[in-house]
């Protein structure tokens, strides 16, 4: 009798440890397609390893359970466009409804703290983008009024208000999380694509936050690592880069750039030499860089006529896009180039390039002045510079 008992609590034992290293995600998704899969992807630093998939029963109805040992991202998703980035934990039983089309947004989630709060700073981060989507249309219907560079200042100043409101949402959600590993997913969060709200030489202290919290909690787990090496490497750039208090960026030789305008022709920057010179990288594609190109116009017909030039990159993925932009935007008066490789431009690792619009401001010798100037940001820099 007592081997019984001996051996009939090695057995609950083992169960209820077998419990605490499984997770159960358990949903409806409504409106789904008979015969759909649905599939759970583990989030590694450099790949999506797909690990288990179900397919979505004709009520909507699916269950998939994984085995782990400590907190870890997930992808559960339907498609490459339709999917859920979830924190599981050990001993998770997760349940959630969401619409078939939209597994971000879900209606209800339960059972999982980390993937509830990825949903809320989601939540937050697409009204912001509806916010700066609706500005967008603003500008597109007033484009032909007389009092346009007004339009622009107002749209400019609501839209920074946004991305400020956000940027420092993110920072408090940090904070209120900081040992969490959903502060990791929030320093890569995106307004667009890569255009990050936090930039991480602005905000490079909430990157070493996270670092340092996140190191010492998760010394092992591959996303923490790969974060860690990247703070580091930031650092060390920025340490090369930024040799003054005010964030210019001293007298470094801006490297050379040789691509071809909409005409087939190679233009070189260093052919500029002689003016001072906006270094800007922009793509049609991209909404703020649209909303920054009307103050860039008025930049150039302030200054040009004193020694004022804009080269301007694209990063476009196709020539047509790329002229549609610049005629669309009336910006045929200064130099256009691009290899129209989308983010496999040669210009992206040249310059570093992680999030567009950005921009350089050239000296007369193509020595780099400033950086990333933007609304009245470049026109006070440019006024003191002609005055």
Not at 135 to 149: G, I
Not at 236 to 265: F, R, V, Y
């Amino acid at each position: 009798m007592t081997k019984k008992l001996v051996l009939l609590a090695v057995v609950i034992t083992a169960l209820s440890s077998c419990n605490k290293n499984s997770v159960e995600i358990s949903g409806i998704l409504e409106y789904s397609s008979r015969g759909e899969y649905i599939f759970l992807d583990e989030l590694k630093s450099n790949e999506l390893l797909s690990v288990d998939s179900v397919m979505i029963s004709a009520d909507g109805s699916f269950v998939l359970k994984r085995k782990i040992t400590s907190p870890s991202f997930y992808l559960l998703k339907i498609n490459e466009n339709n999917f859920l980035t979830m924190l599981l934990e050990p001993g998770e039983k997760i349940k959630m409804t969401s619409h078939h089309d939209s597994l971000n947004y879900p209606v209800v989630i339960t059972g999982s703290k980390g993937t509830k709060l990825m949903v809320d700073y989601n939540k937050r981060l697409r009204k912001t983008i509806n916010s700066l989507m609706q500005l967008n249309d603003v500008y597109m219907k007033n484009r032909e009024r007389t009092d346009l560079p007004a339009v622009i200042d107002s749209i400019d100043n609501v839209a920074q208000n946004h991305l400020n409101d956000m940027n420092n949402f993110t920072k408090d959600y940090i904070d209120e999380n900081i040992s969490s590993l959903v502060s990791l997913v929030a320093l890569y969060q995106q307004i667009a694509p890569n255009v990050y709200v936090l930039s991480p030489d602005k905000d490079i202290e909430y990157f070493k936050k996270v670092d340092s919290s996140l190191y010492s909690l998760y010394p092992e787990y591959e996303p923490v690592v790969t974060l860690h090496s990247q703070v580091q490497e930031l650092v060390s750039q920025l340490g090369e880069i930024q040799s003054s208090p005010d964030g210019t960026t001293g007298k470094m030789e801006a490297p050379e750039i040789a691509l071809p305008t909409p005409k087939g022709d190679t233009v070189r920057l260093s052919s500029t030499r002689g003016s001072i010179v906006l270094l800007d990288f922009w793509a049609a594609w991209c909404s703020p860089c649209r909303m920054e190109n009307p103050n860039l116009v008025k930049a150039y017909e302030t200054y040009h006529g004193k020694g004022f030039e804009i080269y301007q990159v694209s990063l476009d993925k196709t020539k047509e896009a790329w002229i549609k932009g610049i005629e669309e935007d009336k910006l045929g008066k200064w130099i256009h180039v691009s290899d129209v490789k989308y983010w496999n431009s040669i210009v992206v690792p040249l310059y570093k390039i992680e999030s567009i619009p950005a921009n350089f401001l050239l000296d007369k010798d193509g020595r780099i002045i400033a950086s990333n100037l933007r609304g009245n940001a470049l026109h006070e820099k440019l006024a003191e510079l002609f005055r």
